[in-house]
């Protein structure tokens, strides 16, 4: 089980580019999310997805859009980068949002917004 | 606001014990984690509490009080490898995960 990939590891933008980030698990989970976390911060919640073809936004979902097509599968897309979006993205699942269902993490991806 | 306050570094010596505290104020409790980041790797779940008392695993330990909405994580006979940030995190009402800043806790020979 290779758990929660994410792709790329590490990027660098220029302001106004566009990119995808893909997560990735082979748990059969149904929820998803995409975090960030900056430093002196905690992990701030993007978008999430319950199952399969449903999303909802988290806490910071501005210049962010995000689709889950696959259940295995969530994509988090960044239209029109801009440097505040200069982060380290973390892509997470878990079987339940209930009970000691604790979320997994993938190794995450640096992005640099020039 | 919903607010969760930790310690932003602590220092200890290997073999020694450790507490790490969390404070928190959310809308709502659903439960509280504690997870372990090492620096520039991804958070890794340790313990989940969700009524009062202490839950032990292993070296590990962590307690939870919601009246005074208070709980903390204690590290027995540290080793070099417990050098991590550990980030404490509570389930809101809407079941959602709010983070804290994280703890970085340097462990010296």
């Known amino acids: 089980n290779a758990g929660v990939t994410q792709t790329p590891k590490f990027r660098v933008l220029k302001t106004g580019q566009s990119m995808t980030l893909l997560c990735a698990q082979d748990m059969n989970h149904e929820y998803m999310y995409w975090y960030r976390q900056d430093p002196g911060m905690g992990l701030r919640l993007i978008y999430y997805s319950a199952s399969e073809g449903t999303t909802d936004k988290g806490e910071v979902p501005n210049g962010y859009n995000v689709s889950r097509l696959k259940k295995q599968n969530f994509l988090l897309g960044l239209e029109s980068a801009a440097p505040s979006q200069t982060s380290v993205y973390f892509c997470?699942?878990?079987?339940?949002?209930?009970?000691?269902?604790?979320?997994?993490f993938g190794p995450g991806t640096r992005l640099t917004v020039t | 606001g919903q607010n969760i306050d930790q310690p932003t570094e602590m220092t200890a010596t290997e073999g020694a014990i450790v507490q790490i505290n969390c404070t928190y104020q959310?809308?709502?409790?659903?439960?509280l984690f504690w997870y372990q980041q090492h620096a520039g790797e991804a958070p890794t779940f340790l313990s989940y509490?969700?009524l009062d008392g202490l839950e032990e695993k292993g070296r590990f330990s962590s307690f939870l009080s919601r009246s005074k909405g208070y709980s903390y994580l204690l590290l027995k006979e540290l080793q070099m490898k417990d050098s991590a940030s550990y980030l404490c995190?509570?389930?809101?009402?809407?079941?959602?995960?709010?983070w804290g800043a994280g703890t970085k806790l340097i462990i010296k020979p």
């Open positions: 959310t809308s709502g409790f659903n439960g």
């Open positions: 509490n969700v």
């Open positions: 997470a699942s878990s079987y339940s949002t209930s009970g000691g269902y604790e979320q997994y």
């Open positions: 995190a509570v389930r809101d009402s809407n079941y959602q995960l709010i």
